[in-house]
C-alpha cells in the first residue's frame, strides 16, 4: 500500500491502559502496510517509541505540547492521503485537515463508552466527516448508528488483537514468588480480575464476584478472589465494606498496580478470568486472559461479546443476575478443563496477522 499515512494519537507507549495498547498494535500493523507512515503522539515523548512495533524514525512525541501537536499535525495532514484519529478527543484535528484537504480520508477509531453519547451537534458533525470509523466491537458499531444515524457503510469493526509480544509462559506450573506473595497454596482455586478500580467507573462487576464468593466459599472453600490494578481510596473503602459485612477477608487478595512485566505470571497464576462488566468497548483483558489458556466469564451487555465470539471461547452472563454469574463461576470450576478455550479459534479471530488482514481490507475500500 502506497498510502501516505498519519496516525494521530493521545499516547502509545508511555501508559499501559486498553486503549494505548491498541495503539501500539495499530501503529506495528500500518507500519507493515504503508512505507510512508507518520505517527504523532501529544502525551508521550519522541524517545518514548518501542521500535519493536515502529521505527523510532517514524514517530513523534509531542509531550503534552498540545498547540505544538495540533499545528504540526494539520501542516503534515494535508499532504497525507489518510488521517486516522486514535480516539474521538483529537477527532477535531482530523476534522480541520478534512476541511483544508477534502480529498484526503479521515478514519476514527471508536473505542467504547467515549462515543456511545451523548456527544455535542459538533462532534456529531465530525462523526459524518468521517469516511471510515473503526468500531473494535459490533457492540459499539450498532451503538453508533442506532445513536447518531451513520449509514452502516461508513463503519467497519475491526477486532482488537493480541499484542505479537505478549509473553508465551506454559500455564502447568503458578509462580512461586506469587503465591507466597499472595499467600496462596496449591490447592487454592484462584479467580483473577485485572482492572482499574475506580469509584467512578463501577460497571467492572468485580463487586458482584465479590457477592459470588458469599455462595461459593461453604462448596470451595480453597475458592480465591485476586483483583489486579490500581484503585482509588473511595472505591477501596466500598469494596472492603462489603468484604467486611460479609467475612470474606481470608478469600479476596487486591494486587494493586502490577508493571507490565509481571502480568503474565499473575494470568498464570489463576484458574479462571471473570469480570461480568456492563460497558466495555470489547475488553482486550478477555483475549489475553484466554491466549494464556484460562477459562473466561463476561458479560453479555457489551463489547465482552466479541471478545467471546459470543460465547464460542468463554461462558457470557448476564451482570445484572447474580445467580448467573454464581452458576457460570461453579460451572468452570467442577469441570475447568470444559471451558478452557479453543486456541485455533483464538487466533484466527485474534491474531496480529488477522488484524493485519482486515486492517489491509478498509483501507483497500477507502
Not at 91 to 108: A, C, E
Not at 120 to 130: A, F, G, N
Not at 165 to 171: A, E
Request: glycine content about 6%; overall charge positive; some cysteine.
Amino acid at each position: 500500500m502506497n498510502k501516505k499515512i498519519l496516525f494521530l494519537t493521545l499516547r502509545i507507549f508511555s501508559a499501559t491502559g486498553g486503549i494505548e495498547k491498541v495503539c501500539k498494535v495499530v501503529s506495528m500493523a500500518l507500519n507493515g502496510l504503508s512505507k510512508n507512515l507518520q505517527v504523532f503522539s501529544m502525551y508521550d515523548k519522541t524517545g518514548d517509541a518501542d521500535e519493536k512495533y515502529i521505527e523510532a524514525a517514524i514517530f513523534r512525541g509531542y509531550n503534552q505540547q498540545k498547540i505544538k501537536f495540533v499545528w504540526d499535525a494539520v501542516m503534515k495532514g494535508t499532504k497525507m492521503d489518510v488521517i486516522i484519529v486514535s480516539h474521538i478527543n483529537i477527532l477535531s484535528i482530523g476534522y480541520i485537515i478534512k476541511l483544508l484537504s477534502p480529498k484526503t480520508k479521515l478514519v476514527l477509531y471508536a473505542h467504547g463508552i467515549e462515543v456511545w453519547g451523548p456527544l455535542s451537534i459538533i462532534r456529531k458533525k465530525m462523526l459524518q466527516k468521517c469516511d471510515t470509523i473503526i468500531a473494535v466491537s459490533n457492540f459499539t458499531k450498532e451503538k453508533m448508528i442506532v445513536q447518531y444515524k451513520l449509514a452502516n457503510e461508513k463503519l467497519a469493526v475491526i477486532n482488537n488483537c493480541i499484542d505479537p509480544y505478549l509473553p508465551v509462559i506454559d500455564h502447568k506450573e503458578k509462580d512461586e514468588s506469587l503465591k507466597n506473595r499472595y499467600h496462596f497454596s496449591n490447592n487454592d482455586i484462584i479467580l483473577l480480575t485485572l482492572t482499574r478500580l475506580s469509584s467512578k467507573e463501577l460497571y467492572k462487576g468485580y463487586d458482584n464476584v465479590l457477592i459470588s464468593l458469599t455462595h461459593l466459599k461453604d462448596r470451595f472453600p480453597n475458592v480465591k478472589y485476586l483483583i489486579v490494578g490500581k484503585y482509588d481510596i473511595a472505591e477501596k473503602n466500598r469494596l472492603d465494606k462489603i468484604i467486611s459485612d460479609y467475612s470474606l477477608q481470608q478469600y479476596v487478595v487486591f494486587s494493586g498496580y502490577v508493571h507490565d512485566e509481571e502480568l503474565a505470571k499473575h494470568y498464570c497464576l489463576a484458574d479462571i478470568y471473570v469480570m461480568p462488566s456492563k460497558k466495555e468497548g470489547f475488553g482486550i483483558v478477555f483475549v489475553e486472559a484466554m491466549h494464556y489458556g484460562l477459562p473466561v466469564i463476561a458479560g453479555n451487555k457489551d463489547g465482552s461479546k466479541d471478545a467471546l465470539l459470543n460465547g464460542r471461547l468463554g461462558i457470557l452472563v448476564d451482570p445484572d443476575n447474580q445467580e448467573e454469574i454464581d452458576a457460570a463461576v461453579e460451572k468452570i470450576i467442577v469441570n475447568r478443563q470444559q471451558y478452557i478455550p479453543d486456541r485455533n479459534l483464538l487466533a484466527e479471530a485474534f491474531s496480529f496477522s488477522s488484524y493485519k488482514e482486515k486492517l489491509s481490507s478498509v483501507f483497500n475500500q477507502l
